[in-house]
């Protein structure tokens, strides 16, 4: 599997995820939540995919996710990947209908929604991984 960079796509899907929380959509009644969900959800995949792309592109080419947010933590810090796993655990469960469950209110989607805006800018801003799996700041 080729994965092709989207650097844009983060950004609009946290865009269009701000549509469904500001405003009524059409035609959304009842399924927004959800739909917003997947959209934070889908931000934060193309985030990490740009970001594994980026640093190592064979991690990139995984299919399953877990193996992505395991490592995560060794090379762009455990603050960046508790809240990224955080995120995608919570928007995963959130976009699966139970029917003996609540979905998320407004309130949480936009908790979730900053912490995703969060992670995406943190791990657009990450730079090459030393050895030791921390990440060098040519700055210094």
Known sequence: ??????????????QAADQLLTSVVRGTRGAWPR???????LALEAAMDDYWLR?????AG?????PQFLILDRYA??????RAGYAWAAL?????HH?????????????????VAAVVS???AERVPRPGGSVEDPSF
């Open 99 to 115: 029917c003996y469950e609540l979905g998320l209110t407004a309130g949480e989607l936009r908790r979730l929604r900053e912490m």
């Open 1 to 14: 599997m080729t994965t092709v960079p989207t650097a844009a796509l983060p950004q609009s899907c946290l």
């Open 77 to 82: 810090g455990r603050h960046i990947a508790a």
């Open 55 to 59: 640093l190592h592109p064979e991690v």
């Open 122 to 124: 943190d791990l657009a």
């Open 35 to 41: 739909a917003c969900a997947w959209l934070l959800r």
């Open 62 to 66: 995984l299919r399953a996710r877990s």
């Open 92 to 96: 995963s469960r959130a976009g699966h």
